[in-house]
C-alpha cells in the first residue's frame, strides 16, 4: 500500500482521537471560564460521542453506495466547519451542540478510512500490517491530545485546542481528492429507513444512560426492533444480516466495545484525578498521562505486524490480560501522589497497544470489498458507542473530584469492574477469535 495513501487514511482517524483527549485535558478550564459543571462537561465529551456512535453505520453505508473519497470529504468539511464553531463557543449549550455536529462529520469520514485500506490490501496479512500502521499512526493523536492541549490552554486559553483543527482538516481534504480514488461501490440504493432507525436506537440508547433518562430506551428499543425487521425484509439492506452472523466478527465487535468502554472511560476519571485531585495544571497532567499513551501509539505497528503473522488471537488475549492487570492496579491509587496511578496508567496503555490493531483487523477480516465500509461502520459504532457509555458510567462512579477520598474510592471501584470485565473478553477472545 502506498505510505501516502495510508498516511492520509490515517489523518482521519488521528483528527477523531485528538479531539478526544485535547478536549478531556481541556475540561477544568472551558468549565471555569464557561461555568459548566461535571454534567455539561460530561456532554462536551459524549455530544461528540453520541451523534458519532449513531450515525457511523449510516456514514459507512453512505460511502459503501456513493464512494468513500465523497463522503470522506463531506465529513473533513462538515468537521472543520463545527471545530470552528467549538472554538468561538459563547456558552457550554453552544459547545455541547457543535460538538455534536463534529460528531456528525466524524462519523463521515471514519469508516471510509477503514473501508478504504480493505480495498487496498486484499492480501490479509498485508491489510494486518496495514492496520497495525493505523493503529499506531492515529495512537499518536493520544499522547499528542493531552500534550497539544495543555500547552495551547497554558499559552493561549482552550479555544485554540478546537481551531488548531482547521489547518490539519485542510491539509487532509487536499491529500485525500489527489490519492484515494472512486473505490468499489455497492450496487443500489441508500438504504434510508434503515439508516434513520439505525440512528435513533443507538442515539437514544446512549443517550438513556448517559442522560440517566430510562424512557429515552424506550424509542431505542423500538428503533433497534425496526432497524431487524427493515433490514431482513428490505431488497437492498444497509447491514446485511448475514455480515454479524460470523462468530469471529461478532466477538470482535464486542471486545472492541469493551476496549473502548473502559479505555475512555479510564481517560477521562485520569484527567479529573490529576487535575483534580494532585492538582496538576495541564500541560503537566498532559505529560503525566504519557505513559498511558505513548505505549499505545508505539506498539500498534508491531501488534499489526505480529498479528499478520501469527493470527489475531494472540495479541488480542495478550492485551486484554496486560490491560486488566493496568486497571485492577486502580486499587492502588490514593490521595498523595502520582505513583499510586502510575502502574495503572502504564498497563492499560501496553494492553491497549497490544490490543488495538488485532481486534480492528479480527472485525473487518471477513468483510467482502463491497461491505467494507459498513463493516468498519459497526466496528466503529461499537467502540464509540460503547466509549460514550464508558465516559458516562466512569464520570458517574468517579463524581466530583473535589471531594478526593470519594473520587479515589470511585476509582477502586472502577478499578475492580473494568478489570473484570477484560478477563471476562480475554476468555471471549478465545473462543471466537
Known amino acids: 500500500m502506498r505510505p501516502a495513501l495510508l498516511i492520509t487514511l490515517c489523518t482521519g482517524m488521528f483528527l477523531v482521537q ?40 449510516t456514514g459507512g453505508a453512505l460511502g459503501d453506495v456513493l464512494g468513500h473519497r465523497g463522503v470522506v470529504l463531506t465529513g473533513l468539511a462538515v468537521f472543520g466547519a463545527a471545530s470552528a464553531a467549538c472554538g468561538f463557543a459563547p456558552s457550554a449549550p453552544w459547545l455541547v451542540a457543535a460538538r455534536a455536529v463534529q460528531g456528525a462529520g466524524a462519523a463521515l469520514l471514519l469508516p471510509g478510512t477503514l473501508a478504504v485500506i480493505n480495498q487496498e490490501c486484499p492480501d490479509r496479512r498485508t491489510r494486518a500490517r496495514a492496520l497495525g500502521i493505523w493503529a499506531g499512526v492515529s495512537a499518536l493523536a493520544l499522547p499528542a491530545g493531552p500534550l497539544l492541549g495543555g500547552a495551547l490552554i497554558a499559552v493561549a486559553g482552550w479555544r485554540p485546542v478546537f481551531l488548531i483543527n482547521a489547518p490539519i482538516v485542510a491539509v487532509a481534504a487536499l491529500a485525500t481528492r489527489k490519492l484515494v480514488g472512486p473505490g468499489v461501490r455497492k450496487p443500489g440504493r441508500v438504504d434510508l429507513p434503515g439508516a434513520a432507525t439505525a440512528a435513533l436506537a443507538l442515539g437514544a440508547g446512549v443517550y438513556a444512560v448517559i442522560g440517566r433518562q430510562p424512557p429515552a430506551a424506550v ?65 503537566d497532567a498532559g505529560l503525566a498521562m504519557l505513559p498511558l499513551f505513548l505505549p499505545l501509539a508505539l506498539l500498534g505497528p508491531l501488534s499489526g505486524r505480529f498479528a499478520a503473522k501469527f493470527g489475531t488471537r494472540p495479541p488480542i488475549v495478550a492485551g486484554l490480560v496486560l490491560g486488566a492487570l493496568g ?107
Open 18 to 57: 485528538l479531539d478526544v483527549t485535547v478536549v478531556t485535558v481541556a475540561l477544568p478550564s472551558l468549565g471555569e471560564q464557561l461555568h459548566a459543571g461535571v454534567g455539561l462537561l460530561q456532554w462536551v465529551v459524549d455530544g461528540y460521542s453520541v451523534v458519532l456512535a449513531a450515525l457511523l453505520l
Open 219 to 283: 424509542p431505542a428499543v423500538l428503533a433497534a426492533a425496526a432497524f431487524v425487521l427493515i433490514e431482513h425484509r428490505s431488497a437492498d439492506p444497509m447491514l446485511p444480516p448475514g455480515l454479524l452472523r460470523s462468530r469471529r466478527t461478532a466477538g470482535a465487535n464486542a471486545i472492541s466495545a469493551a476496549m473502548n468502554f473502559a479505555g475512555l472511560g479510564s481517560i477521562l476519571v485520569f484527567t479529573l484525578y490529576l487535575q483534580g485531585v494532585l492538582h496538576l495544571p495541564p500541560l
Open 327 to 433: 486497571l485492577f492496579a486502580l486499587l492502588r491509587a490514593g490521595t498523595t501522589g502520582y505513583a499510586g496511578v502510575l502502574p495503572a496508567l502504564l498497563g492499560l496503555g501496553i494492553g491497549l497497544g497490544v490490543l488495538t490493531a488485532a481486534v480492528v483487523t479480527a472485525a473487518v477480516d471477513g468483510a467482502p470489498a463491497e461491505r467494507a465500509g459498513i463493516a468498519g461502520g459497526v466496528n466503529n459504532a461499537a467502540r464509540q458507542a460503547a466509549g460514550a457509555l464508558g465516559v458516562a458510567v466512569f464520570g458517574a462512579v468517579a463524581g466530583d473530584p473535589a471531594q478526593a477520598g470519594a473520587f479515589v474510592h470511585g476509582l477502586h471501584v472502577l478499578g475492580a469492574a473494568a478489570g473484570a470485565l477484560w478477563l471476562a473478553a480475554a476468555v471471549l477472545a478465545v473462543r471466537t477469535t
